[in-house]
């Protein structure tokens, strides 16, 4: 489909229920904001797979499915390089050495230098790097407390709520039921530690995507004719020390992770919907 020259283009796609179920107040408010680039067409929960492949065409910003596109991820760059990055290490209580800021994602280092350039020993995807920066250029550097609470429960998630319990709950889930070994792999291919069962879960495994950012990811397994459940929580301090949406991106950019890890151990039926 061609670019769309104005939002009605893409309010008419929609179902024009103001469900709300993408955070906006309405359909023709989520259609202003993917006409702006704040939001991608994807959010819209009630589409489906064949109108939003058709918008978003070959554009992979669309494809993408984070709030934050390259564009923004460029943005976040210069403003590195125009940051103190002593200063931010410091506050994030990150290394600094030379010229360059360096702390763990996942257990291994993530580095941005004076001049905004992204090191890291993991692959560099927009859905880390973006809360990296974030992390670094604006977080409070709180210690991380301890309470548990759900993505609902954060400054800014309630209305995003429904959004990732789709995205990256029921995502997980999925895989989860499917490729028994995923919390095995969390805990030695991303530093994951297996914690005491929380919340009655059968299984809890706390994984630090920043390190003042920990989730727990608790799974139910099923019983009596009860479906198994799958629920993230995180550090109630995570939306003072990153914005919610970098919360939000890192949540289901793991899924997404997890997803294609499930299939190269040959299990399509964990990422199909
Ligand atoms: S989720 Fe879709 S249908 Fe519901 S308000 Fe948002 S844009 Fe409209």
Same mark, same amino acid.
Request: hydrophobic residues 40%; glycine residues 8%; contains cysteine.
């Given at each position: 489909?061609?670019?769309?020259?104005?939002?009605?283009?893409?309010?008419?796609?929609?179902?024009?229920?103001?469900?709300?179920?993408?955070?906006?107040?309405?359909?023709?408010?989520?259609?202003?904001?993917?006409?702006?680039?704040?939001?991608?067409?994807?959010?819209?929960?009630?589409?489906?797979?064949?109108?939003?492949?058709?918008?978003?065409?070959?554009?992979?910003?669309?494809?993408?499915?984070?709030?934050?596109?390259?564009?923004?991820?460029?943005?976040?760059?210069?403003?590195?390089?125009?940051?103190?990055?002593?200063?931010?290490?410091?506050?994030?209580?990150?290394?600094?050495?030379?010229?360059?800021?360096?702390?763990?994602?996942?257990?291994?280092?993530?580095?941005?230098?004076?001049?905004?350039?992204?090191?890291?020993?993991?692959?560099?995807?927009?859905?880390?790097?973006?809360?990296?920066?974030?992390?670094?250029?604006?977080?409070?550097?709180?210690?991380?407390?301890?309470?548990?609470?759900?993505?609902?429960?954060?400054?800014?998630?309630?209305?995003?709520?429904?959004?990732?319990?789709?995205?990256? /709950?029921? &995502?997980?889930?999925?895989?989860? %039921?499917?490729?028994? !070994?995923?919390?095995? #792999?969390?805990?030695?291919? $991303? =530093?994951?530690?297996?914690?005491?069962?929380?919340?009655?879960?059968?299984?809890?495994?706390?994984?630090?995507?920043?390190?003042?950012?920990?989730?727990?990811?608790?799974?139910?397994?099923?019983?009596?004719?009860? /479906?198994? &459940?799958?629920?993230?929580?995180? %550090?109630?301090?995570? !939306?003072?020390?990153? #914005?919610?949406?970098?919360? $939000? =991106?890192?949540?289901?950019?793991?899924?997404?992770?997890?997803?294609?890890?499930?299939?190269?151990?040959?299990?399509?039926?964990?990422?199909?919907?």
């Amino acid at each position: 489909m061609p670019r769309p020259k104005h939002a009605m283009e893409i309010f008419e796609l929609l179902e024009k229920s103001n469900c709300r179920e993408c955070g906006e107040k309405t359909c023709l408010a989520f259609a202003g904001a993917v006409f702006q680039g704040r939001r991608k067409i994807a959010e819209c929960p009630k589409l489906d797979r064949q109108v939003i492949e058709r918008f978003s065409g070959d554009d992979q910003s669309q494809n993408n499915g984070f709030q934050e596109g390259r564009d923004y991820l460029e943005e976040l760059k210069r403003a590195a390089a125009a940051t103190d990055l002593a200063a931010a290490a410091k506050r994030v209580d990150a290394k600094f050495s030379g010229d360059k800021l360096t702390l763990k994602v996942l257990g291994k280092d993530f580095s941005v230098d004076a001049r905004g350039n992204l090191s890291a020993d993991i692959h560099i995807n927009p859905w880390v790097a973006v809360p990296f920066l974030n992390y670094v250029l604006y977080g409070k550097g709180l210690p991380v407390s301890g309470s548990w609470v759900s993505f609902r429960e954060l400054n800014g998630g309630q209305e995003r709520y429904a959004l990732f319990q789709k995205r990256c /709950e029921q &995502s997980m889930k999925r895989v989860a %039921d499917i490729y028994t !070994d995923l919390f095995n #792999d969390m805990v030695h291919l $991303f =530093s994951g530690k297996q914690v005491e069962k929380q919340f009655e879960s059968d299984i809890s495994v706390v994984l630090h995507p920043l390190p003042a950012v920990p989730l727990m990811i608790c799974y139910w397994l099923p019983e009596a004719g009860i /479906e198994s &459940s799958l629920n993230v929580f995180f %550090d109630e301090t995570a !939306d003072k020390n990153l #914005d919610v949406g970098s919360v $939000f =991106s890192l949540g289901v950019g793991l899924a997404q992770m997890f997803g294609k890890i499930a299939l190269r151990h040959g299990y399509p039926e964990a990422v199909s919907t």
